[in-house]
T-cell receptor, first 119, second 110 residues
Framework: EAGVTQFPSHSVIEKGQTVTLRCDPI?????LYWYRRVMGKEIKFLLH????????ESGMPNNRFLAERTGGTYSTLKVQPAELEDSGVYFC?????????????????FGPGTRLTVL | DAKTTQPPSMDCAEGRAANLPCNHS???????VYWYRQIHSQGPQYIIH???NNETNEMASLIITEDRKSSTLILPHATLRDTAVYYC???????????FGTGTRLQVFP
């Protein structure tokens, strides 16, 4: 079974440009999460989709960030316009519908991340 | 979510048991303890979780104190590939966001 995949693995852009990150969750996983680690800081939650709906977007830093999950499959995270402080590693994770598995256990599987560098 | 406290770093000799402590003194009765790790340049990886009973799987064991205010992750026979940052996280529901702290950087040496 394929894991969570993310594209691109690396992206280098200039301040003010736009970048779109893509995440393909594990097939059948309803829950999709975005996290990021900016330089020297801890991994921070950005938002959570359940299928195509945003369940929790409390971690989105500002309106320069737009996440979508049309059709409830893959997701994109667009940064427009990018700023220097957006540099970091962006992780995507997915998990199953908790009602589909016994008990509260519902592991989040992470992708390898996209390293974004804004110059 | 309850906060956790972990030592910033630990060393362990290859083949020995690595015991990673975590304090979560404000944990609520409905919060689970989860452990994840991040090996350099990879995404975080789930290790194990528990509520109040000790748990064991193919990767590790989790020992939770009776009062649930602390726990220990045990890697029974550490290998060089276990070198990583280990995160102890408490959360209510399995679909809740993960709140990562600074974790413990475990260095396994030959």
């Amino acid at each position: 079974e394929a894991g969570v995949t993310q594209f691109p693995s690396h992206s280098v852009i200039e301040k003010g440009q736009t970048v779109t990150l893509r995440c393909d969750p594990i097939s059948g996983h309803d829950n999709l999460y975005w996290y990021r680690r900016v330089m020297g800081k801890e991994i921070k939650f950005l938002l959570h989709f359940v299928k195509e709906s945003k369940q929790d977007e409390s971690g989105m830093p500002n309106n320069r960030f737009l996440a979508e999950r049309t059709g409830g499959t893959y997701s994109t995270l667009k940064v427009q316009p990018a700023e220097l402080e957006d540099s970091g590693v962006y992780f995507c994770a997915s998990s199953q519908d908790p009602h589909a598995v016994a008990g509260p256990y519902n592991e989040q599987f992470f992708g390898p991340g996209t390293r974004l560098t804004v110059l | 979510d309850a906060k956790t406290t972990q030592p910033p770093s630990m060393d362990c000799a290859e083949g020995r048991a690595a015991n990673l402590p975590c304090n979560h003194s404000t944990i609520s009765g409905n919060e689970y303890v989860y452990w994840y790790r991040q090996i350099h340049s990879q995404g975080p990886q789930y290790i194990i979780h528990g509520l109040k009973n000790n748990e064991t799987n193919e990767m590790a064991s989790l020992i939770i104190t009776e009062d649930r205010k602390s726990s220990t992750l045990i890697l029974p026979h550490a290998t060089l590939r276990d070198t990583a940052v280990y995160y102890c996280i408490v959360r209510v529901r399995s679909t809740d966001k993960l709140i990562f702290g600074t974790g413990t950087r475990l260095q396994v040496f030959p």
